[in-house]
Every structure is written in structure tokens, then in C-alpha cells.
């Protein structure tokens, strides 16, 4: 996790820099069912580049927002969910969902 002094004094500042960006919001709406795996989110995030998703998953791990479970099994197995922190994103997530759903219907 960042420190203190690492965040912007704003505090949607702080909210944009967590999730910023069109691949975070995606992750985190993938995340917000259930947990999945890397491949999975990588076929369903269709046009994301295998390093963009790792580097974003990173950066939400560091960021406390993501854990990853590693089964230790042959063949590998590995998930990616969302922590208790994560999960206080939610209603971002579902407000812009909201408002998405909204201006479809009003620009037909």
C-alpha cells in the first residue's frame, strides 16, 4: 500500500489514482462476481495485452484492493479476487454502471 504522503490531498484524487484508467474499472467489475482467473479475465477483457493485466492486477495487490490465492497445485493454479477493501469500491463501481445504463437511454 502507498503511504500517506503518497496520496494526493484530494480525496478523489486518491479514489481516480486506485482505479484510473479503462482496465482497472474492468478488473474490478470482472472481480466484483466472483473470483477469476488470469486467463479467464484476459479473454473476457477482450483487446487488454497479457502485461497491461499483469501490471494492473500489481498495482491493485500493492494498492490492497486485489489478492491473489496461488493453490500451489500441478498444474498451477492461481485467482484473483477482491479484498474487504476492494469490495468498498462496489458502489463506485455500480453508480457508474447506473449512470452508464441512464445516458444509453436517454441518447437513443
Not at 500517506?4 to 478523489?12: D, F, G, I, N, R
Not at 479473454?43 to 493485466?53: A, H, T
Not at 499483469?54 to 490492497?64: A, H, I, N
Not at 496461488?70 to 454502471?97: C, N, S
Request: with cysteine; net charge neutral.
Amino acid at each position: 500500500m502507498k503511504k500517506k504522503e503518497e496520496l494526493p490531498t484530494c480525496p478523489v484524487a486518491t479514489a481516480v489514482s486506485l482505479i484510473g484508467g479503462k482496465w482497472k474499472l474492468l478488473i474490478l467489475r470482472n472481480l466484483k462476481v466472483r473470483p477469476w482467473r488470469f486467463n479467464e479475465l484476459q479473454r473476457d477483457l477482450e483487446g487488454i495485452s497479457q502485461k497491461v493485466l499483469t501490471d494492473s492486477l500489481r498495482q491493485m495487490m500493492d494498492d490492497g484492493l486485489v489478492y491473489r490465492n496461488d493453490y500451489h497445485e500441478m498444474p498451477p493454479k492461481v485467482d484473483y479476487g477482491l479484498t474487504d477493501l476492494g469490495k468498498e469500491m462496489l458502489p463506485i463501481i455500480d453508480a457508474l454502471a447506473d449512470f452508464g445504463n441512464y445516458y444509453q437511454s436517454i441518447i437513443k
